[in-house]
Each structure stands twice: as C-alpha cells, then as structure tokens.
C-alpha cells in the first residue's frame, strides 16, 4: 500500500487502501452501527426534551380618526419596521419579563425567562414572531400567550401611539422541536464508521511486518530481492493442505500429525548425535 522509492518519496496506493478497507467492511457496519445505537440512546434517554411555541404580532402604524382611516404610505411602513426593533427590546426588558412570570404564574426569574424568549421580525417586514422554548409543550403555549397579553401594554406605555395587534395566537404544539432522535442516530452512525475507517487506516499505516515477496517490492522500490523463503505447507482449498513435490492432498490434522512426527524424529537424531559425541 506505502511505496517508498530509492529517491526517498513515499506513495500511497489509494486502491491498495480501499481494498483492504473493503475487507474489513463489517467491522466498519459494527462500529457505525455501535455509534448510531449510542447516539439514539443518548437523544432518547439523557437529553431533556424541549418544545416550542410563538405567538405573531402586527406593528400597526395608520392613524385612525373616528370612522376615517388613513391610507397606509412607503414611509409608514418602513417606519413600522423600523418600530420592531424597539418593541422587541421593550419585550426583553426586566418590567415586561416579570410581569409575564407573574402573571403566567410559573415564577421563573428574569434570567431564565429571558433565556427562554425569542423573538425576530418575519420576512423583513412589520409582523414578528416570539417564541417560547420550555420542556413543557403547555407551559410554552401559556407564556407565549401571556406575552401576547402584556407586551401590547407596555409598548404603549413606552411608545406613544403605538398600535399592536396579535396576529396568531401561540398554539399547543405536542411535538418536541430538540432533539432530534433520527438526526443523533445519523450523526453516531457517521461518527462511527469514520472512527473505525481512521483507526484501520491507521493501523494499517503502522504495520511494518513483511508480507511476502510481492510486498518488498511494492514497498520498497528499486531495491531487488535477493532471496525468500518458501511455504512448506501450500493449501490445497477445501481443508486441505499438500506438501511440495507430493500431488495427494492430506487434511488439517494429517498435516500437524506429520509435522509433529517430523519434528519427534528430529529430536531423536540431535539427541542421538549427542550421545554419540559424547
């Protein structure tokens, strides 16, 4: 897979590296498969659900006399857009905050129901949207509408003429938002098998034993190979092994009794040499 040439530059077979990732494909499917179970489990089971729900609100800008109305120009909607900014930083004040936690009930502090609102304009345009993130579906449903309720006040008492109206009211939305548990399973199933393809890799990159004739002289270019040392066992397919020179098959165990026999006999000669020598 490594060819190192005379001249001192290394190459990396990219085929050569496939192949033996190829080959060892199931311990890559395991390992994934280990890594998106534990993901799954960590989704399902150790991370606390969070659920959301907005309500949608209207920055009004006409001005209304009576029973006359006035038509609706360029610069009063740019100005309405303009006023969203200031509405949202008057529904994150401490006033508007404790207010919603008083009277939703839930008793959350300024700090935490700060961290649970968010707001943003829609489209760039004079609607906005807050939403309430909570670990109850129903808890985020009643302090979104509990905004709904105060902030129109209290823009009022901070902005003069200023007209809001809620456009949608904060539904009841079962479904969590976060986590995802088929997102973490994908997530654990790419960390996993990218884990297991890095350590093959590695370890693959690591291996300096000698594989053969063929592999001195992938590895190793331009430098000859004076000599090898031959297998005295060939196998035969099918469980079965053959000596060189013999054409009749013998079975695994025939061939470790015969390689055991060999080795008894000579343990015999070198003892009997011994002997004799002495």
């Known amino acids: 897979m490594i060819k190192r040439a005379a001249d001192g530059t290394t190459e990396i077979d990219l085929s050569a590296l496939f192949k033996v990732l190829?080959?060892?494909i199931w311990a890559i499917v395991i390992v994934a498969v280990i890594g998106?179970?534990?993901?799954?489990?960590?989704?399902?089971?150790?991370?606390?659900?969070?659920?959301?729900?907005?309500?949608?609100?209207?920055?009004?800008?006409?001005?209304v006399s009576g029973t006359t109305t006035y038509q609706i120009s360029t610069t009063e909607l740019s100005a309405a857009k303009s006023l969203v900014n200031t509405y949202l930083v008057v529904l994150n004040s401490r006033t508007c905050l404790n207010e919603v936690s008083e009277k939703s009930g839930?008793?959350?502090?300024?700090?935490?129901?700060?961290?649970?609102?968010?707001?943003?304009?829609?489209n760039d345009t004079e609607i906005f949207r807050i939403t309430v993130t909570s670990t109850s579906a129903e808890e985020a449903q009643l302090i979104a509408n509990t905004i709904a309720e105060v902030l129109p006040d209290k823009i009022s008492d901070v902005v003069e003429g200023s007209n809001v109206k809620v456009v949608d009211y904060a539904p009841l939305l079962p479904n969590k938002t976060y986590p995802?548990?088929?997102?973490?399973?994908?997530?654990?199933?790419?960390?996993?098998?990218l884990l297991a393809v890095a350590v093959i890799v590695v370890l693959q990159f690591m291996d300096d034993l000698i594989h053969g004739e063929e592999y001195l002289t992938n590895t190793f270019e331009g430098i000859p190979v004076l000599a090898s040392i031959p297998d005295l066992m060939e196998h035969g397919g099918k469980g079965y092994y053959k000596?060189?020179?013999?054409?009749?098959?013998?079975?695994?165990?025939?061939?470790?009794?015969?390689?055991?026999?060999?080795?008894?006999?000579?343990?015999?000669?070198?003892?009997?040499?011994?002997g004799g020598a002495v």
């Not at 960590?42 to 729900?53: D, E, G, R, V």
């Not at 300024?110 to 609102?117: A, E, G, R």
């Not at 013999?246 to 011994?274: F, H, L």
């Open 22 to 24: 190829w080959n060892r």
């Open 36 to 63: 998106g179970a534990a993901a799954f489990c960590y989704a399902k089971f150790a991370i606390t659900p969070q659920y959301q729900s907005s309500v949608m609100m209207y920055v009004n800008n006409r001005g």
């Open 106 to 122: 839930v008793g959350y502090s300024y700090n935490k129901l700060s961290s649970m609102v968010s707001a943003s304009s829609v």
């Open 180 to 193: 995802s548990n088929t997102r973490f399973t994908v997530i654990g199933l790419l960390i996993g098998a």
């Open 243 to 274: 000596k060189y020179g013999y054409g009749n098959p013998v079975s695994y165990g025939q061939a470790a009794a015969r390689a055991e026999e060999y080795a008894r006999k000579a343990d015999e000669e070198y003892m009997n040499d011994k």
